[in-house]
């Protein structure tokens, strides 16, 4: 028995480690060979618990990673890999853990495997997911870009491979079933389930032809992180075995010769049985669509005509080797496990958005549609800065379809997965994946007109709910210049909470529109919303102190950490309310500050954190904060002292803030004191929810050296973790290149000493996309403690309008 089970998206997890050659047998460098798909496929961070109760998928949870290992192509949207039976590590469909096979899906997300029906009986096979669940082989899992497989111990190892809309199985049964190969009871099951892995299916019907044994069918789903429901397709061939019989199922029951079934309540299905392969394999081949079971059909036929494994893996091999192939380093020296974090790093990058051109139901546009934006409060840091530089062109298509999803829907999404609406977690963040792009001069077909009306969209008009898109509290944002705790909100409903982070969310998304505005010569905005951007400034309360836990953390919160001055919540009225400045830290009550509706004034962190989150105006901010000694100090000490959450995404900016403060080299001790120990080459080895990529493109990041302040044009210089690292821009072909003198692969010479752009003095600690544009060489010559580069006024960062 082998069982498909049709079901959809998300998805991110981790596990084999990969053998690699001995470092001193030096060998032609293949970049496969440093890509570990499994990092992060199993718990790998100390985050407790959570409850989550809106989503059916807690994003950001307890178990951490949840990262896809499966087959996919770069933006695929058939994504296939094993389904396990955890509900903790099955986000990613696949978790790299004991637990059981219960089949494979395509979508990021559900289907088993057996062998033929104990006694030949298709009455005593497993249907349900729960009785069909099986063990796999220990060890036997394979990823590799565009490739999974696995062997469950009924001894049947199954492979996948992918296009853009098909997946395709490759399906060895053991060898010695060939001697029974003249005993029908070799006759293997396929079956596809109409569950998915949130067990969320209504309006299931499926069909199975009993000629030809094509098993089709279709459903409604709900998303992951979401609202609303949506509609999935798909179409299963066979190739490889004569058909045998066919049939239906519900529950355990099986009804051969019974060919469709609609209203289908889960778990039921179809199957298709067959006459023992004459090779021992079976392939399948599933086309998904949205649209429709015909056109689910016809992905499948037209993207893999002939069934052939060998040439569709080839294709996918070939289709990641071009997006990497922009990259190149000097891996001299640099550890294997490392090297690996780097290019997987990249490669989780280039798992999500999806692009469902063509694929979208909802609206008639000849523009491109992604999707699985997951979220952009997740992916505005660091996921879409990387794809600027590494895949222009794709990020080009993203950025037009986020335009034409407001055009149609009315909003920039800020979470979407599935042709649904998802949840906002904290600003309107589209807004700075715009202007990010806008600035580095993403323009091909880009309507930054039309852009411009849905940024001013998300700054003025509020939407009905706005706990799926635009922003809350618009009213008191305009009148008092802060979203004040328990806000009278008569505008729209969402969730009354996160008012400290939602102001400096918003204040930072204004600093973005007005940079856009200034761009395209809305002269009139640029003020207006300069002005919004120091709204931060209202919720700084100068007076608070913040005391924590003694070491033995049985003393209550009674150790001074020695800063004063946090932000904090405030009243409508102007008076303070009050949240303890650690609290939803690592410290304190971590995990009460989730989206739910006990949540409190600061979004999965601590007001701690949050007091940073200034990037539009660090200067103001450091001042603020006791001047460049007082603000470094207090920093370092957020990262020491426990307060800080690597796992979670704001805090990457944080690691390399240190520049607007005149000491680039501690941004370049903290990335070093997190990667590799927390950022590393196992199952384990991400810190939190990869969020389609995050974690791996904060990693990939840190290591090229240059940090993207994302939505603003600025590049913090810290050296790479190679020798050198060079990417050649899609935007104008030209090959830029960061070079250290004095590189040792220990990471004792971090510091920069001295540099120079194309063989000029360069002071200044920051640079910009057109270093990128332009190509030429960056060279930092490196040393074992911190210099005076990159410290003077006039070498830092830019603060506010450049
Ligand atoms: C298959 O098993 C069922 C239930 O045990 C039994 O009723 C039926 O007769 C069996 N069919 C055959 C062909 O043996
Ligand atoms: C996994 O499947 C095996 C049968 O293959 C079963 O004995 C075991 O109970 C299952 N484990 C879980 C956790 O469901
Ligand atoms: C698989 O192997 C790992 C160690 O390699 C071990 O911890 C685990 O218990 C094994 N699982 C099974 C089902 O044998
Ligand atoms: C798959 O989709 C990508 C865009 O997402 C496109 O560039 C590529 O050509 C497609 N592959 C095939 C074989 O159609
Ligand atoms: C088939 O071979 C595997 C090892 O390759 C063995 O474990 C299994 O018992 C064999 N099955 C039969 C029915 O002989
Ligand atoms: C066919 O397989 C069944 C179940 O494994 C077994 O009981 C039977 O003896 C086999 N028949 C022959 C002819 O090998
Ligand atoms: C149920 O699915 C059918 C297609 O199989 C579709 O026509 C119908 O609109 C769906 N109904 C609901 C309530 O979604
Ligand atoms: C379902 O089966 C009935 C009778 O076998 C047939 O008339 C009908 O066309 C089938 N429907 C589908 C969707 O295959
Ligand atoms: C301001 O509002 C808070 C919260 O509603 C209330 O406790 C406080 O008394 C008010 N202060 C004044 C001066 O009205
Ligand atoms: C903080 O956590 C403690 C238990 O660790 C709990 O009793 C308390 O209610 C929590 N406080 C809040 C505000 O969630
Ligand atoms: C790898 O990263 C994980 C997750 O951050 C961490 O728990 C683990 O200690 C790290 N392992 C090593 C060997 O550094």
Same mark, same amino acid.
């Given at each position: ?37 499994? $990092? ?57 853990? +004991? ?22 009986? &298709? ?85 199975? +032809? ?16 979401? %609202? ?8 299963? +061939? ?49 086309? %998904? ?36 192939? %922009? &990259? ?5 020296? &640099? ?68 335009? *034409? ?86 505008? !729209? ?31 009139? *905005? ?47 009225? !102007?008076?303070?309310?009050?949240? +303890? ?143 050198? %690292? ?25 510091? $920069? ?50």
């Amino acid at each position: 028995m082998y069982n498909i089970n049709v079901k959809c998206l998300t998805g991110l997890a981790l596990t084999l480690p990969l053998v690699f050659g001995l470092a001193a047998e030096k060998r032609d460098f293949d970049v496969f060979d440093y890509i570990n798909p499994l $990092i992060g496929t199993v718990n790998g961070g100390k985050k407790p618990t959570a409850s989550f109760p809106m989503a059916r998928f807690t994003k950001s949870n307890s178990r951490i990673g949840h990262v896809f290992p499966g087959a996919t192509l770069p933006f695929g949207m058939a994504k296939a890999v094993a389904d396990v039976d955890n509900p903790d590590e099955k986000q990613g469909g696949f978790a790299s853990d +004991d637990s059981n096979i219960t089949g494979f899906s395509h979508m990021h997300d559900d289907g088993t495997g057996g062998a033929g029906c104990p006694g030949d009986n &298709v009455t005593s096979c497993h249907f349900a997911s729960n009785d069909r669940a099986t063990k796999r082989l220990n060890g036997s899992v394979k990823a590799k870009p565009g490739y999974f497989s696995i062997s469950l111990d009924t001894l049947i190892n199954t492979e996948m491979t992918v296009t853009n809309h098909t997946a395709l199985y490759r399906i060895t049964f053991p060898s010695n079933s060939t001697d029974a190969s003249k005993n029908d009871s070799y006759s293997p099951l396929i079956l596809v389930d109409l569950i998915d892995l949130p067990q969320s299916i209504t309006n299931g019907s499926i069909a199975v +032809d009993p000629k030809t044994g094509r098993i089709s069918g279709t459903g409604t789903f709900g998303p992951s992180f979401g %609202v609303g429901t949506y509609n999935l397709n798909f179409c299963a +061939d066979f190739s490889g075995a004569e058909v045998r019989q066919t049939g239906i199922f519900q529950n355990n029951l099986p009804s051969p010769g019974t060919n469709n079934l609609t209203k289908a309540q889960a778990p039921a299905g179809a199957w298709t049985q067959f006459k023992a392969p004459s090779n021992h394999q079976i392939l399948t081949r599933v086309g %998904v669509s949205f649209i429709s079971v015909a056109q689910a059909c016809h992905n499948a036929e037209t993207e893999i005509p002939h069934f052939g494994f060998e040439k569709v893996w080839k294709s996918a091999e070939d289709a990641w080797r071009t997006k990497l192939s %922009v &990259v190149e380093v000097d891996e001299t020296g &640099v550890d294997d496990d490392l090297q690996t974090v780097f290019w997987s790093g990249i490669y989780r990058s280039m798992i999500s958005p999806q692009d469902y051109t063509g694929e979208n139901y909802l609206w008639d546009s000849d523009e491109p549609y992604y999707d699985s934006y997951y979220c952009i409060w997740d992916s505005f840091r660091s996921i879409h800065p990387l794809l600027t530089l590494l895949d222009p062109e794709s990020q080009t298509l993203m950025v037009r379809s986020l335009i *034409d999803i407001y055009r149609h829907e009315g909003k920039l999404p800020d979470c979407r997965m599935s042709l649904c609406k998802g949840f906002t977690q904290g600003g309107s963040n589209a807004d700075i994946v715009l202007a990010d792009s806008y600035l580095k001069g993403i323009t091909a077909g880009v309507d930054w007109e039309t852009a411009y009306e849905a940024l001013i969209s998300d700054a003025e008009d509020e939407p009905a709910d706005w706990s799926i898109e635009g922003r809350g509290g618009l009213r008191s944002w305009k009148s008092l210049g802060y979203i004040p705790i328990h806000d009278n909100d008569p505008d !729209g409903t969402g969730l009354m909470t996160r008012s400290v982070s939602r102001t400096v969310e918003y204040a930072y998304d204004d600093f973005c529109i007005a940079q856009v505005a200034k761009g395209l010569d809305k002269f009139s *905005d640029v003020g207006k919303y300069l002005e919004r951007s120091n709204n931060w400034r209202h919720l700084y309360k100068s007076d608070q102190k913040s005391f924590v836990a003694g070491t033995t953390g049985h003393e209550g919160q009674t150790v001074d950490t020695g800063y004063t001055g946090f932000l904090q919540p405030k009243n409508i009225n !102007g008076s303070w309310a009050y949240q +303890d400045p650690s609290f939803c830290s690592p410290l304190l009550n971590f995990t009460s500050c989730y989206l739910n509706s006990n949540g409190h004034e600061t979004y999965e962190g601590s007001a701690w954190m949050y007091t940073f989150f200034v990037p539009q105006d660090m200067a103001s901010l450091i001042r603020t904060l006791g001047g460049p000694d007082q603000f470094s100090a207090r920093l370092s000490y957020l990262h020491t002292s426990g307060l800080l959450y690597i796992g979670d995404e704001q805090a990457f900016l944080p690691v390399f803030q240190f520049h607007y403060a005149g000491r680039p080299g501690l941004s370049a001790k903290f990335s070093h004191f997190y990667i590799p120990s927390q950022f590393n080459n196992t199952i384990s080895g991400i810190a939190g929810n990869d969020d389609s990529g995050a974690m791996g493109s904060f990693t990939t990041l840190a290591m090229i050296g240059l940090w993207p302040v994302s939505g603003q044009d600025v590049y913090l210089i810290t050296p790479p973790y190679f020798p050198e %690292v060079s990417i050649i821009s899609g935007q104008t072909g030209r090959k830029a290149t960061v070079r250290n003198v004095n590189f040792d692969a220990e990471y004792a010479n971090i510091y $920069i000493q001295s540099a120079t752009l194309d063989g000029r003095p360069y002071e200044k600690n920051w640079i910009t996309h057109d270093f990128w544009l332009n190509g030429g060489v960056l060279e930092l010559t490196l040393g074992k403690s911190e210099s005076r580069w990159g410290t003077r006024r006039q070498d830092l960062p830019p603060s506010g309008l450049k």
